[in-house]
């Protein structure tokens, strides 16, 4: 599968660069936005191109199996970023996976993503990913929607509790999103679905399976 990663970069991206290279089924690309940062993914096997969302990255489709969004604007930036980025630039990615015939999305969105959030302290983020999500569900892409809890740094372990509605909150290490990745893009059923995530007891790949109510299943070529 020629995926191409979306935020490469960032946190998750590079684990999940890190994870993919060397996988016989997949062929990952990394979309980076500042070419110094090509070095990282060629020293560890996979190849890079450089782009922004917000100007476009159409002319990375065609031929591509798959996209993985997984950037963000960040913390660091304020609302009308959040809003050009994980909403606005998600939207047109969408769009042109849809002309360009990408018919496989996988988003990294959020547990609380809604366009009518109310949250108090991520108001905005989780407005702009829940509309985001929304667009993604109305389009005719293969796409799913992963939801975890709040990203943090520690090692996983391999082990996630998992269901498309939680009805509470977590948190999720990294690596074992970038795993979670993995086993969603390898696993055709998840297509459709929006699976939210947390750290829990039980293994990445059945616990994936058990929400989309599948078990081993051969990975999509
Ligand atoms: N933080 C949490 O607790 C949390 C919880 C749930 C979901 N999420 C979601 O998880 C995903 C990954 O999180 P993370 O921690 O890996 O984030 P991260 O480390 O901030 O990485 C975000 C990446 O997006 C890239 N990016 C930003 N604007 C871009 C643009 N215009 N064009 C191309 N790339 C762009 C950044 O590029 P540069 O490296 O060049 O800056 C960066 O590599 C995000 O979608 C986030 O919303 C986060």
């Known amino acids: 599968m020629k995926v191409l990663i979306i935020g490469a970069n960032g946190k998750v991206g590079t684990q999940l660069c890190g994870k993919l290279w060397g996988v016989h089924d997949f062929s990952p690309i990394a979309l980076i936005r500042d070419s110094r940062q090509q070095t990282k993914f060629t020293g560890i096997g996979v190849p890079a191109v450089t782009g922004d969302l917000e100007e476009g990255v159409s002319k990375f489709l065609p031929g591509l199996d798959a996209v993985v969004f997984t950037a963000g604007s960040g913390a660091r930036t304020g609302p009308?970023?959040?809003?050009?980025?994980d909403q606005n630039a998600a939207i047109q990615l969408m769009m042109d996976c849809e002309k360009q015939s990408v018919r496989r999305f996988l988003m990294v969105s959020a547990i609380g993503a809604d366009p009518n959030s109310q949250s108090d302290r991520l108001q905005h983020y989780l407005r702009a990913k829940g509309v985001?999500?929304?667009r993604?569900?109305?389009s005719n892409l293969d796409y799913t929607i992963l939801a975890p809890g709040t990203l943090i740094d520690e090692p996983g372990n391999g082990r996630i509790q998992a269901a498309e509605n939680l009805g509470f909150h977590g948190y999720l290490p990294r690596e074992d999103l970038a795993s979670a990745i993995i086993e969603t893009l390898r696993n055709h059923l998840t297509i459709g679905k929006t699976i939210q995530l947390v750290s829990g007891s039980e293994k990445i790949k059945p616990a994936i399976a058990s929400v989309v109510g599948g078990g081993d299943l051969p990975p999509i070529a």
């Open 136 to 138: 993604l569900r109305s």
């Open 80 to 85: 009308d970023k959040t809003t050009d980025v």
């Open 132 to 134: 985001a999500d929304g």
